[in-house]
Nanobody, 125 residues
């Protein structure tokens, strides 16, 4: 099993930045991908960014491309979501997830098995 723990959430004004770490422990060698998801109040959880550990490639949702960056540390045990130029619509809970069912799209949260508990981000205008 892989355990995930997010941190780094908080309150920031529009245009500001936050960096969210996702710390992984346990069977990290099984991690084929690490994704970040965003869930706004009353809305579905949606994919924001993903890092494919084997290919070392990334993909982003259109709404965050150019503003957010996902990257691992050298040990591949912490995965960061750097969020710049934050907007009020970016507010909500952020979750990291791993053990991706590779037959499905990374944007669909049902294709990930293991999840962290989330961290809250609030962006004020």
């Amino acid at each position: 099993q892989v355990q995930l723990a997010e941190s780094g959430g908080g309150s920031v004004q529009a245009g500001g930045s936050l960096r969210l770490p996702c710390a992984a422990s346990g069977a990290t060698n099984r991690m084929n991908a690490l994704a970040w998801f965003h869930q706004a109040p009353g809305k579905e959880r949606e994919g924001v960014a993903v890092y494919y550990t084997g290919a070392r490639t990334t993909m982003y949702a259109g709404s965050v491309r150019g503003r957010f960056t996902i990257s691992p540390d050298n040990a591949k045990t912490t995965y960061y979501l750097q969020m710049n130029d934050l907007k009020p619509d970016d507010s909500g809970m952020y979750f990291c997830a791993t053990l991706w069912f590779s037959g499905g799209t990374w944007l669909d949260p049902s294709n990930f098995r293991n999840w962290g508990q989330g961290t809250q981000v609030t962006v004020s205008s």
